[in-house]
C-alpha cells in the first residue's frame, strides 16, 4: 500500500513561488508519481508526472515552463515548484501514484494523497 502525504500549499501573490511536497511511503519506487489539481467547480487536471525509476518528467501544456518536479531519493519525496504563479492556478493539488509508466488522466493512478490548496491572489 502506497500512502502519500501533500505539504506546501498557501497563500501567494501572482507572479510569486511555492514548493509542494509529498512525502511517499511503501512500495512506491518502481511508481510514477504526479500531481493533480482540482479547482471549485472544475474536474481534476493532470499538472506534472515523475517516473521515479528512470527520472523521466512530462508536464501539462499550462504549466511547462514554470513549474517543475523533481524527486529526493533520500527523503522518498517528490517536489512541484510552481513559479510564476497565475490566479488560474488557485486549486486543491493532489499527489498521486501509479504502477507503470507515466499517465495523465486520474483513473489511471491507484493512489491519492489529501490534497493540499493553493491560492494565488491577483
Known amino acids: 500500500q502506497v500512502q502519500l502525504v501533500e505539504s506546501g500549499g498557501g497563500l501567494v501573490q501572482a507572479g510569486g513561488s511555492l514548493r509542494l511536497s509529498c512525502a511517499a511511503s511503501g512500495p512506491f519506487r518502481t511508481y510514477t508519481l504526479g500531481w493533480f489539481r482540482q479547482a471549485p467547480g472544475k474536474e481534476r487536471q493532470f499538472v506534472a508526472a515523475?517516473?521515479?525509476?528512470?527520472?523521466?518528467?512530462y508536464y501539462a501544456d499550462s504549466v511547462k515552463g514554470r513549474f517543475t518536479i523533481s524527486k529526493d531519493n533520500a527523503k522518498n519525496t517528490v517536489y512541484l515548484q510552481m513559479n510564476s504563479l497565475k490566479p488560474e492556478d488557485t486549486a486543491v493539488y493532489y499527489c498521486?501514484?501509479?504502477?507503470?509508466?507515466?499517465?495523465?488522466?486520474?483513473?489511471?493512478?491507484?493512489?491519492w494523497g489529501q490534497g493540499t490548496q493553493v491560492t494565488v491572489s491577483s
Open positions: 498521486a501514484a501509479r504502477p507503470g509508466p507515466i499517465a495523465t488522466t486520474e483513473i489511471e493512478y491507484n493512489y
Open positions: 515523475i517516473k521515479w525509476t528512470v527520472y523521466s518528467t
